[in-house]
């Protein structure tokens, strides 16, 4: 759940970036150039912030807390890190 609220986030904040620029050069250069210059230059932080936004981790995400990364038999033939554990199947 934490990765589509991270989705949404970022789409939302590049969807303000886009509209930022559509509207600077579109509509508010015909009255005011400075505004719509001072507009692309928000919309240019937009991107960079929106991607480290989406990339950052939740205090709940536990994904990166893995509980074979502390057993004792990790480097055992069979327990690889690559490889999920589970039964061999007959």
Not at 37 to 53: N, R, S, T
Request: glycine share 6%; charged share 25%; proline share 10%.
């Amino acid at each position: 759940m934490q990765a589509h609220r991270r989705h949404v986030r970022y789409f939302v904040m590049m969807g303000v970036c886009l509209g930022l620029f559509v509207l600077a050069w579109g509509v508010v250069r015909f009255v005011s150039v400075p505004a719509a210059i001072g507009m692309c230059v928000v919309a240019m932080v937009i991107p960079p912030a929106a991607a480290v936004h989406a990339n950052r981790r939740d205090p709940e995400d536990d994904w990166w807390n893995d509980p074979r990364w502390d057993d004792p038999k990790w480097d055992d033939p069979g327990h690889g890190r690559d490889t999920p554990d589970h039964e061999e199947r007959p």
